[in-house]
Nanobody, 118 residues
Framework: QVQLVESGGGLVQPGGSLRLSCAAS????????MGWYRQAPGKERELVAT???????TYTESVKGRFTISRDNAGNTVYLQMNSLKPEETAVYYC????????????WGQGTQVTVSS
């Protein structure tokens, strides 16, 4: 079984920064793509950023220039550096990954709360 465990959420003031981490563990062969999604109260889950094993990144338009997604050298941990946070970005942030076990499967983490408030 593969697990994705997020950490790094919390309360931050508007304009502040947070760094989220997501570590994949379990019996896996490789990780193709990892990404972050978020879901605010009463809204649908939306893509924030993704990063492929080849290094290609995608960002939702609203976070470009403020958020950065990256992975560690082993490729099993993904990070999301979030700068200049806004109150409307308060949400539960979820890690997502396409994992080869060896069949390709998609996994979600349990989520970490990010609250942007003064």
């Amino acid at each position: 079984q593969v697990q994705l465990v997020e950490s790094g959420g919390g309360l931050v003031q508007p304009g502040g920064s947070l760094r989220l981490s997501c570590a994949a563990s379990g019996r896996l062969f490789s990780i193709n793509r990892m990404g972050w999604y978020r879901q605010a109260p009463g809204k649908e889950r939306e893509l924030v950023a993704t990063l492929t094993s080849g290094g290609t990144t995608t960002y939702t338009e609203s976070v470009k220039g403020r958020f950065t997604i990256s992975r560690d050298n082993a490729g099993n941990t993904v990070y999301l550096q979030m700068n200049s946070l806004k109150p409307e970005e308060t949400a539960v942030y979820y890690c997502n990954a396409d994992v080869r076990i060896p069949a390709m499967r998609n996994y979600w983490g349990q989520g970490t709360q990010v609250t942007v408030s003064s």
